[in-house]
Each structure stands twice: as C-alpha cells, then as structure tokens.
C-alpha cells in the first residue's frame, strides 16, 4: 500500500505540525507566567505591629501625640464623623467612629479631655463605656525568603499617572480592545 502525497497533503500535514508546536510553546510559556505569579509575589508578608492605644477613663493623654497616632492609623478628620475612620476634634472632646479591633466594635464614640485626662466615654448611644481600643499601627512587612518589603494595592489606590504611563508605554489602545490586541501580537511575533 502507496501512500501518495500530493502538495494540498504535505501543506494539512505542515500545518499541523506549526499548530503543535506553537499549543506548545503557549502552554510552556502559560505555565512561566503562572508559577511566577502564583509564587512569593503574592505571598502576605509577616507584620509587625505597634502597641494598640488604649483610652480609658482616668489616663493620661497628649493631644499632639493622639492626633498623630489618628493620622498614622490614616483616620481622617471630618466635622461630623459618619463612617470608620472619622474623627472630629473640638473644645476637649474627641468624637472618632472605630474600624474595630479585637473585642472592640466598630462605631461612634465620644471621648471627653480635662487636664490632658480622659474623663469620660460613651458609645453612639450615649451609654458610658470602660475603655476604647485603637487599631496598632502596621511598622513594617516582610516577605522572609527575598528579604524585602511590598505593599500591595487596590485598583482605586493605584496613582493614574502610574497607569497613564505603563499605558503609554506598554498599550496605548488597553482600553480599547478586549484584552487581546492581534496588532501587538503580531508586532512582538515579528
């Protein structure tokens, strides 16, 4: 039994064997990317946090200290605090809504000054409270097996001029097509 090729044969079997070795050189190169991204670079560091700051009814408080430990927490100062993370100081008294830590819950909290002491604390509903917990402040992060720091973040806390430029650098059109450009294939193939 003759196996005849003929030219429409040999350009089905040539372009098979492209399709093969190029699935293959995908599926190589997917799984590069992937173990590079699925490794340390996504880790959670170790933390290592300061003291919490507790204010109970009694202590001893400096104002200038308080408020700069507000601003390392990244508390922001509102006339009429309505969501965690908001404070408003005046006329020695402290009203701050608590993002919650540990056994302390989240909410508005009044805390009144006299003397540089607290004197009295009381929840959203009036009622007086022991004591109030601040967060600790995050000192630093480590990812153990490259020794380094990272801070990962969130879309909307990404700068626009960092993806202004990645964008003029990288893809201009990113946002134009669906993820793939068959033109910046094409030219990176060539």
Request: aromatic letters at 10%; charged letters at 20%.
């Amino acid at each position: 039994m003759k196996i005849k090729l003929t030219l429409g044969s040999l350009g089905i079997i040539s372009l098979i064997i492209v399709f093969i070795v190029s699935a293959a050189v995908v599926a190589v190169i997917d799984s590069r990317v992937t173990n590079k991204l699925d490794g340390v670079l996504w880790t959670i560091p170790a933390k290592v946090y300061s003291r919490s700051l507790d204010l109970a009814e009694g202590s001893k408080v400096n104002k200038s200290n308080l408020m700069r430990e507000l601003g390392m927490l990244s508390y922001s100062e509102n006339r009429s605090p309505s969501k965690p993370g908001e404070y408003t100081y005046k006329k020695n008294k402290l009203r701050i809504f608590l993002r919650g830590y540990q056994d302390q819950k989240s909410g508005l909290f009044e805390i009144f000054f006299k003397d540089r002491k607290v004197t009295k604390i009381t929840n959203q509903l009036g009622v007086s409270e022991d004591l109030v917990q601040l967060e600790p402040i995050a000192i630093g992060g480590m990812y153990p097996s490259h020794m380094e720091d990272r801070i990962l973040l969130s879309w909307p806390q990404v700068p626009t001029i960092l993806i202004d430029t990645i964008l003029s650098v990288e893809d201009q059109n990113f946002f134009n097509h669906n993820g793939i450009s068959l033109r910046s294939i094409f030219r990176a193939f060539y």
